[in-house]
């Protein structure tokens, strides 16, 4: 069985400040976590993911995330923020199912 | 290579008639997957198909239903439309040999019941 917790609805930041979006998971087996992005009207899109390897992951538009296998966590973060950042984020778990089980998503509000 | 396709953008039914979608995956990829996105429930699992076989399935009712063809194009068909299946209609596509693949999606479907 998998599930992923975003905790916090929504986040509210302003522009340049710091961005960190959290995502806890639960996998019976080792993880594949997976961070997506969503803007108004569209699909999802992938940022960035972890498979195996180093635990801090770069990806796309400035965001990494590092895997926390003591803590279950796949925070992600991006050191400032854009008014283009605003988005719905998801966070994603597979290992234990081909299909990947998804987060409620996170808003994120960037204030000018 | 193109992305993954969905059509119609915008669809508007009544109640209790029935509704077909259409996604095209990206070339090469075998898996297509479906999900319906609304405000309460958030991004919730239909089906999958890999090689035109259903691989799995989310918790939906029987209404709801899918199929593959050999080009591994993907329909989604839902029966007795009700106003709760109002919802954004996701597909995504990938290669569906293993679990660590990224999956791609279209830019979904808005499903409009009255």
């Known amino acids: 069985a998998q599930s992923v917790t975003q905790l916090g609805s929504h986040v509210s930041v302003s522009e340049g400040a710091l961005v960190l979006l959290r995502c806890n998971y639960s996998?019976?087996?080792?993880?594949?976590l997976f961070w997506y992005v969503q803007y108004p009207n569209q699909g999802l899109q992938l940022l960035l993911k972890?498979?195996?390897?180093?635990?801090l992951v770069k990806g796309i538009n400035g965001f990494e995330a590092e895997f926390k296998k003591s803590e279950t966590s796949f925070h992600l973060t991006k050191p400032s923020a854009h008014m283009s950042d605003a988005a719905e984020y998801f966070c994603?778990?597979?290992?234990?199912?081909?299909?990947?089980?998804f987060g409620r998503g996170t808003s994120l509000i960037v204030h000018p | 290579k193109a992305g993954v396709t969905q059509t119609p953008r915008y669809l508007i039914k009544t109640r209790g008639q029935q509704v077909t979608l259409s996604c095209s995956p990206i070339?090469?990829?075998?898996?297509v997957s479906w999900y319906q996105q609304t405000p309460g429930q958030g991004l919730q699992f239909l089906f999958e198909y890999f090689s035109e076989t259903q691989r799995n399935k989310g918790n939906f009712p029987g209404r709801f239903s899918g199929r593959q063809f050999s080009n591994s194009r993907s329909e989604m068909n839902v029966s007795t439309l009700e106003l709760g299946d109002s919802a954004l209609y996701l597909c995504?596509?990938?290669?569906?040999?293993?679990?660590?693949?990224?999956?791609?999606f279209g830019p979904g479907t808005r499903l409009l019941v009255l």
């Open positions: 070339s090469g990829h075998r898996s």
């Open positions: 994603a778990v597979a290992g234990g199912s081909y299909i990947p089980t």
């Open positions: 996998s019976s087996v080792p993880p594949y």
């Open positions: 972890y498979t195996t390897g180093a635990t």
């Open positions: 995504a596509s990938s290669d569906g040999g293993s679990h660590k693949e990224t999956q791609y």
